[in-house]
C-alpha cells in the first residue's frame, strides 16, 4: 500500500508531507482546488511524462517521493529482487526529480532508473481508473482486454497472437520460396555448370603449384635429359668416369693402409663416395628412363594449364584460388537445394497454422466461459446501482477472418429493460448508465488484482442520490481488500469513506497553494455539509451529513 507521499515545488504546491492508511480514502474540496494535483503527482513519481511546467513557479525543480510497503508475497518484491533494486529494511521508495530545464531523474531506492523502470514497478502497485474511464468502455479494445483481464487468460491472449506470428512467418516463408522457385532453379543450374567446369580439373589444395612445376619441369624435358645424360657419361660411362677413378683410389688407399694403419680411415671414406656416387648414377638413370617414354608428356600439361586458365578467366579469379571457388560454389548449391524442400516449408507452415488454431480454440473456451461469469456479476451489480431491471452482457462475435488475436471479437452489450433487446453499448447506454456500468466494471476487476492501491478520480460523475450512496458502499467493501483512494464531489461517496482528506487552496505569502488537511469527525460533517448544501451551511445540512456518516457502515 502506499503509506506516505512526499510533494515538493509540483504546480501550487510548494510542500506536502501526506500519510495514508489502508482502506478507503476520500479526497474532496472545491473545484479547482488541487485534488487532480495529487493524482498528477503519483502519476508522475510512477513513471509518467515530464514536462517542465511542474516546477512550482520560483523553483529550481520539483521532488516528489513515494513510500510503499507491498506485501512480502506482492510481485513488486519480486520485481525488485529481479532488478536487483532491494534494500536491507526491505524498502520501497520512488523518487522523480524534474528540473525547470525539462531534464528529469528517477530514482528506486535511491538507485537512478530509467522512467520505463518506474511504470513497470509502478504497475504492480497502483491501478489507476481516470474520471473518462466509463467512455473508455465503448471502445473495442478495451472490451476486450476487460474481458481477458477478468478472465485471468492475459498469457494465453499473448500466446495466440505469438502462435499466430509464427504462423504468419511460416506462411510468408512458403510463399516466398514457391514464388522464388523458378530463380533458384536457374542459380542451381547455374552453380552447377560452374561445378561442371571445375571438375575435371581435380582440384586440391597443390593442384596448381604442382601443374606449375610439371609444367616447368616438361618444358625444359631435352635440357634436362642431356644434362643427365653428361652427368651419367662423367659419373660412369666415360674411361676416366668418377666411379672408377674413386675405385682405383680406394684400391691405392687400401694398399698403403697395408703399410699405415691410419690410412684404412680414408680408405674407407672413399668406399662410401663410390656407393653413393653409384646411387646416384642409378636414380638418374630411372629419371632418364622414365621420362624418355614420355616425351608427349608436355602437350596434356599445357592443356591442363590453359583449362585452369581458362575456367579461372570464367569465375573471374585466380588459378590459385580455384579449389577454394568449387568448396563455396557446392556450399550456395547446398543451401539453394535445402531452401527448396517445400515439402518441409509446407508441413513447418501447417504444423504452426495448427498450433495457433489450438491456442485459439482454447482461447475461445476461456472468454466463452469469462464473458457468461462477468455477464452474470456486473447484471448482479447494476441492481445494486439503481438499474435493477438491466442487463449486461459480454458477447463473442466470429470474425470472418480470423485475426492475431482470436476468432472472434468482444461486444459489450446493455438493456436497461426487458422490453429492449441487448445491443451495443454505444449505441443504447446513457451517460449516467455507462457510467454506473463502467464502475460496475471497475469494482469488479479490482477485487481480482493484485494492485494493492487502487484509485479513482471522479468515476461517479453523472450519478447522485441513493444510486451514489451504493457507490460510496462498493468503494467501502473494495477498501476492505484493498487501499482505494477516490477522488469525489458526492457527499454520501465522502461519507461512506474510512478516512477523509479535504483539498482546498489558500493563499500564503502572496501565492497561491494548494493544501490537504486529514478531517476528524466534526470536520467530516462540515466538509460533507458544504458538498451537500453549498455556500450557506444550516443546521439541517449538517445534520443531514450527520445521518450520511451515521448511516455508513
Not at 22 to 46: C, P, Q, R, W, Y
Not at 192 to 212: A, G, I, M
Not at 305 to 326: I, K
Request: hydrophobic letters at 40%.
Amino acid at each position: 500500500m502506499l503509506t506516505r507521499l512526499c510533494i515538493h515545488h509540483f504546480v501550487l504546491v510548494e510542500h506536502l508531507d501526506l500519510e495514508w492508511q489502508n482502506g478507503f480514502t476520500a479526497l474532496t474540496g472545491e473545484t479547482g482546488a488541487g485534488k487532480s494535483i495529487l493524482l498528477d503527482a503519483l502519476e508522475l513519481v510512477l513513471g509518467g511524462r515530464a514536462d517542465p511546467s511542474v516546477v512550482r513557479p520560483g523553483a529550481e525543480r520539483a521532488n516528489l517521493v513515494a513510500h510503499f510497503e507491498p506485501a512480502p508475497t506482492h510481485p513488486a518484491r519480486a520485481w525488485l529482487s529481479e532488478q536487483e533494486l532491494t534494500t536491507p529494511e526491505n524498502e520501497c521508495l520512488l523518487r522523480r526529480v524534474v528540473e525547470k530545464s525539462g531534464k528529469s531523474r528517477a530514482f528506486i531506492n535511491g538507485t537512478p532508473v530509467t522512467a520505463t523502470q518506474l511504470r513497470e514497478l509502478g504497475e504492480l502497485l497502483i491501478d489507476i481508473h481516470g474520471q473518462h474511464a466509463h467512455q473508455h468502455l465503448l471502445h473495442s479494445q478495451a472490451q476486450r482486454d476487460c474481458l481477458d483481464t477478468f478472465g485471468q487468460h492475459l498469457d494465453l491472449v499473448t500466446l495466440v497472437r505469438e502462435s499466430w506470428q509464427a504462423w504468419q512467418i511460416a506462411q510468408d516463408t512458403l510463399i516466398h520460396a514457391q514464388q522464388a522457385q523458378e530463380t533458384r532453379q536457374a542459380q542451381r543450374i547455374a552453380l552447377q555448370e560452374q561445378l561442371d567446369w571445375l571438375s575435371p580439373l581435380k582440384l586440391t589444395d597443390q593442384s596448381w603449384d604442382n601443374l606449375q612445376q610439371d609444367h616447368q619441369r616438361w618444358s625444359h624435358h631435352t635440357d634436362l635429359l642431356n644434362g643427365i645424360g653428361t652427368i651419367l657419361d662423367t659419373l660412369d660411362e666415360q674411361d676416366q668416369a668418377v666411379r672408377r677413378q674413386l675405385l682405383n683410389c680406394q684400391h691405392q688407399l687400401s694398399e698403403l693402409a697395408c703399410l699405415d694403419p691410419t690410412l684404412a680411415t680414408f680408405s674407407t671414406l672413399l668406399e662410401s663416395a663410390r656407393i653413393e656416387v653409384e646411387e646416384v648414377s642409378t636414380a638418374l638413370e630411372r629419371y632418364r628412363s622414365g621420362h624418355q617414354d614420355q616425351e608427349d608428356r608436355l602437350p596434356e600439361l599445357e592443356i591442363q594449364l590453359q583449362d585452369w586458365l581458362t575456367v579461372a578467366r570464367r569465375l573471374h579469379c585466380r588459378p590459385q584460388d580455384l579449389p577454394e571457388r568449387a568448396i563455396s560454389l557446392r556450399q550456395e548449391l547446398a543451401t539453394l537445394n535445402a531452401d527448396a524442400d517445400l515439402t518441409t516449408l509446407q508441413q513447418r507452415a501447417q504444423d504452426a497454422q495448427r498450433h495457433w488454431i489450438q491456442v485459439r480454440e482454447r482461447l475461445t473456451q476461456q472468454r466463452q466461459k469469462a464473458a457468461q461469469r462477468l455477464s452474470q456479476e456486473v447484471t448482479s451489480s447494476l441492481a445494486s446501482l439503481a438499474l435493477g431491471q438491466a442487463r449486461f452482457a459480454a458477447v463473442l462475435i466470429p470474425l470472418s477472418e480470423p485475426s492475431s488475436g482470436a476468432a472472434e471479437r468482444i461486444e459489450f452489450q446493455f438493456s436497461a429493460h426487458p422490453s429492449q433487446p441487448l445491443a451495443a453499448l454505444q449505441r443504447v447506454a446513457s451517460g449516467g448508465e455507462l457510467a454506473r456500468l463502467g464502475l460496475a466494471l471497475q469494482t469488479r476487476l479490482s477485487q481480482d488484482t493484485h494492485v494493492s492501491t487502487l484509485i479513482f478520480d471522479e468515476v461517479d460523475s453523472g450519478i447522485g442520490g441513493a444510486v451514489a450512496q451504493r457507490v460510496g458502499q462498493l468503494l467501502a467493501e473494495l477498501g476492505q481488500r484493498h487501499q482505494v483512494l477516490c477522488v469525489t464531489h458526492l457527499a454520501q461517496v465522502a461519507a461512506a469513506a474510512h478516512h477523509h482528506c479535504s483539498v482546498h487552496k489558500c493563499e500564503i505569502e502572496g501565492r497561491m497553494q494548494s493544501q490537504v488537511t486529514s478531517l476528524d469527525y466534526g470536520a467530516r460533517i462540515e466538509e460533507i455539509a458544504r458538498m451537500l448544501g453549498g455556500i450557506t451551511l444550516t443546521d439541517t445540512v449538517r445534520q443531514h451529513a450527520r445521518e450520511l456518516l451515521a448511516h455508513t457502515p
